[in-house]
């Protein structure tokens, strides 16, 4: 029985970057990952390669009718699909080596199985080929992630109805996609396939796309997807999908309208956390109705000495938000202290144009009485916008009425999730729309337009 200071179930965002971090501390630390690549979910069959296929082919896109307006004339554009996709593999695992030279780096076990809980301080690990053995940890740290959400009567076989995972691999282009959900998911991978040259259909249950998103925002990019091409139906509900008998493709059952012939069928319903058979019986832990597993300030679960971060517990199912769970996790081992102000957890939808969010939007703040002024500036507005000939969109800034503190900044627009970062970092520190107004911004940038914002709030935006 090997013993360790902390072991980690789940070799995702959360898990790997814990581990990182206790060797830092001078824990002696495993993973148990059962994947061949570390990474989780976002690096294999997530974040990274649908952001991977999203450039790619807005490329291809910009290619085919965008750089005549820069004067560039290309003549006939053709896709290679495969190597596309063998680029998105590329990227991948040039990442995923570099997860495991940074175990390395840090002294970190790696240990390629299945693992979960077999009592206190005990982690039974399966490997590959089905053999078993136990690891010990005085801590355990539960990351394991999530899983995709299929509701009922979506029949997925992993050929013509899947989820992401399918449609980040598709060896054709469909001629027909339909996606089942409106969320970022669902219109990230729905705008690669309607570029490539499908036709996209959206089935969406609510009266509004990218729920959570400030709803002014989300507005504008219902309009903009539709004007690309993206057929998306609101108030769809969804009673089915299959594969079609006797033939190719498949065939999607709505309430109210006709049933939808289609090549592929793209499930997009969100995520739900991955701790079935993990083993939380074994130290009596009981989760939620969604699966999520319930932690204090420091990260302990009820069970001495596990601990859980990412997506197994509440909040917001985002890599970057796992990964702070993870530091804040081990630093909390090593001093009694751990913070995540999971009111300024960024959120980014990268279709074009992004999207990204900080803070509160407009309907939670009305929501909460709280009195709040609004400064807009719209990217057409902004000279360097001009120059890249992409001028869609605006940055939103929602400060308090009484303090001028920033309490909300939605943005929609060119470079939108790199912007964001320099909305939380100034709403971590505090500041006013007073403070980013009165920062020198380099002109001509994007990020001027977040600074034009603040200045809006008070009525002294300069070039709107």
């Known amino acids: 029985m090997v013993e360790h200071d902390v072991v980690v179930i789940g070799g995702g965002p959360g898990g790997y970057v814990a581990a990182i971090r206790a060797a830092q501390l001078g824990f002696k630390a495993a993973v148990v990952e059962r994947e061949d690549r570390l990474g989780g979910t976002c690096l294999r069959v997530g974040c990274i390669p649908s952001k991977a296929l999203l450039e790619s082919s807005h490329k291809y896109e910009e290619a085919r009718s965008e750089l005549s307006h820069h004067g560039v004339q290309v003549g006939s554009v053709a896709l290679d699909l495969a190597a596309m996709m063998k680029r998105k593999e590329d990227v991948v695992a040039t990442l995923a080596k570099g997860i495991e030279a940074l175990l390395g780096k840090n002294k970190v076990t790696r240990i390629r199985g299945t693992g979960r809980l077999a009592g206190p301080g005990q982690v039974e690990v399966t490997a590959l080929d089905g053999t078993k053995s136990i690891l010990k940890g005085q801590r355990i740290i539960l990351a394991v992630g999530s899983s995709s959400i299929v509701l009922p009567g979506v029949e997925v076989d992993g050929a013509v109805v899947g989820t992401s995972t399918e449609a980040l691999s598709f060896d054709a282009v469909p001629g027909h996609l339909v996606v089942i959900g409106g969320g970022y998911i669902g219109l990230e991978l729905g705008s690669v396939w309607r570029r490539l040259g499908a036709k996209v259909t959206v089935l969406e249950y609510a009266d509004r796309i990218l729920a959570g998103i400030d709803g002014d925002i989300a507005s504008e990019a219902l309009t903009q997807f539709r004007k690309q091409g993206l057929d998306i139906r609101l108030g769809a509900k969804v009673k089915g999908a299959r594969a079609s008998k006797g033939g190719s493709g498949a065939v999607v059952e709505c309430e109210g309208i006709e049933p939808i012939h289609c090549d592929r069928v793209l499930a997009a319903t969100g995520r739900r956390p991955a701790t079935a058979d993990l083993g939380l019986d074994s130290v009596g832990i009981e989760t939620d109705k969604r699966g999520s597993i319930p932690v204090d300030g420091l990260f302990r679960t009820s069970a001495a000495g596990v601990y859980a971060i990412g997506d197994c517990i509440p909040g917001p199912m985002l890599a970057h938000k796992a990964e702070e769970d993870g530091v804040a996790c081990v630093e909390g081992m090593k001093t009694g202290h751990a913070h995540v102000d999971y009111d300024l957890v960024p959120a980014v939808v990268f279709t074009h144009p992004e999207i990204a969010a900080v803070g509160k939007t407009e309907e939670q703040l009305a929501a909460e009485g709280r009195q709040f002024r609004k400064g807009v500036f719209p990217f ?33 627009g060119p470079a939108a999730g790199d912007i964001i970062g320099e909305a939380a970092a100034s709403m971590a520190f505090g500041a006013t729309s007073e403070d980013i107004a009165r920062v020198c911004h380099a002109h001509p940038t994007l990020p001027e337009a977040l600074k034009e914002a603040a200045m809006a709030v008070s009525g002294s935006a300069i070039h709107a």
């Open 380 to 412: 057409r507005a902004n000279g360097r916008a001009r120059t890249i000939n992409d001028t869609v969109g605006k940055v939103k800034v929602l400060a308090d009425a009484a303090t001028d503190r920033v309490l909300g900044i939605h943005i929609i």
